[in-house]
Structures are given as C-alpha cells and as structure tokens.
C-alpha cells in the first residue's frame, strides 16, 4: 500500500475499516484478491514476484497491511520481501529479518489488539489506540496531504454510516488533492500528491476497502486498474472472524 486509512473501533458499528491503495509498478506481476489455497484463512490480493501480499486478513481475526518507507536512496536490491510480512502476521506469526528489510511501516491487528510497526530507524512497534489513522510513504505522525485527505472521508464515511463500500472506492480514486491541504510537492515528485497516481509506468494497481462490523462480520472489496487508471476488474470476498 502506499496511502491508507485505518479506523480501529472508531464507530460502535464498525470494528475495523480500511481504504487504501496500493501504488506499484504497472510491470510487476500480481494475482488478484482472492483465498490463498497454501495459506487457510488468508485472504489478499498476491505479489508474484516476492510471492507475499500488501495487504490481507485472516478468519481467525487478523488484519495487516504494508507501507514503503520513502528513503532518498530507493530501495536496495537483495533484501528480504516486506510483502512475507503481511503473511506471517496474518498467520500469526512473528516475522523475522525485519532490520534487514527495506524500510517499512506496518498496521496490524489481531482481535482486541492493534499496532504499528516499523524499522525506521530501528525495529520498533507501538499500540493503536482507538480511532483513525493514517499511513503513507513517510513517519507514522507524517501529515502527507493525501492521508489527511483519505482520513476525512472515512471519518465522513463513519458519520453516514451507509455501510456502503462504493464510497469508499471513490475517495480512493481521487486524483485531485484537496486544495485546503495541497502543497507544491508531496516526497520528491509532485506526482505521488494524489490519493490515486495515474502513470503508464508507476500508478495505482488496486484500491481496498475492508469492513469488519462489531460481531466479526466482515467483507474486503479490491478493484484493479491498468496504466491508463481504467477499472480492469473487482473482487469481493465475505467473510466471518
């Protein structure tokens, strides 16, 4: 993912909502969402290359998703996938090689529980406390326009409480940013300022909502686009934690 927003028992009704998208080369294969048949419980769209996923949750309660650490360097070639993260949190498990990692931001829950983890500078994690929060390319308490933004209209998505989905997509699918927060450049190209990046080579791959209501049931919506940031298919998966 690169800009999400997380509500974490922001709303009596909703347990757990999540909108974001997922910004990646146009080029690097990937499997859409789906129930991973090696992996019981998980469902998550799939990185064909690191063979780990960006975001997903689990049957039995758990959720994560996974946020590059913007550096001025880029990312070094070598390092163990950020995306096997995702997949051991979901399974439960506790990841490893973390320090060696490119530099990443994590939010992760798993029933009562939520937090955010980090190797930027160290490995380090804290609790979430109730409410929403925002995650992009720089520090958990960074106010990039575009989280801020994507914050807004979930919390403006809470206060309706339609409990539609569709809602949500479309403040992902936002290309223009607010002009009450914009700024001349957002990280080091202007271009990464909108909450949906439109490029032939870099661009938003797919958009994820996820909602989890107060009695455990839930549904995760993905909709791809290709790299002229047209919708080339959708996924929805129910299910029950």
Not at 33 to 39: A, H, N
Not at 46 to 69: S, Y
Not at 95 to 110: K, L, W, Y
Not at 177 to 189: C, K, T, V
């Amino acid at each position: 993912m690169c800009v999400a927003a997380v509500a974490w028992k922001a709303h009596p009704r909703w347990r757990l909502v999540v909108a974001g998208n997922r910004d990646e080369f146009h080029a690097r294969a990937a499997a859409p969402l789906s129930r991973w048949d090696d992996l019981p419980g998980v469902i998550a769209g799939r990185d064909l290359v690191g063979g780990g996923t960006w975001l997903g949750v689990h049957e039995a309660g758990r959720f994560a998703l996974v946020t590059n650490f913007r550096q001025p360097e880029g990312p070094q070639p070598g390092r163990p996938s950020r995306g096997k993260l995702v997949t051991d949190l979901l399974e439960g498990r506790a990841p490893e090689r973390m320090a060696q990692m490119n530099s990443f931001n994590v939010i992760h829950t798993d029933g009562d529980q939520a937090i955010y983890l980090t190797n930027v500078p160290e490995v380090r994690w804290a609790p979430l406390s109730p409410g929403i929060h925002g995650l992009s390319n720089g520090g958990f308490h960074d106010r990039w326009p575009k989280t801020v933004q994507l914050e807004a209209a979930l919390a403006e998505w809470l206060e309706r409480d339609s409990g539609d989905p569709a809602e949500l997509l479309d403040a992902l699918r936002r290309e223009t940013p607010d002009p009450a927060l914009a700024r001349p450049s957002e990280g080091p190209e202007p271009r990464f300022a909108p909450v949906f990046i439109r490029h032939a080579e870099y661009g938003t791959r797919c958009s994820t909502v996820v909602l989890v209501d107060a009695e455990g049931t839930g549904l995760i919506v993905e909709r791809r686009f290709d790299e002229d940031g047209a919708a080339v298919g959708e996924a929805r998966i129910k299910f029950t934690c």
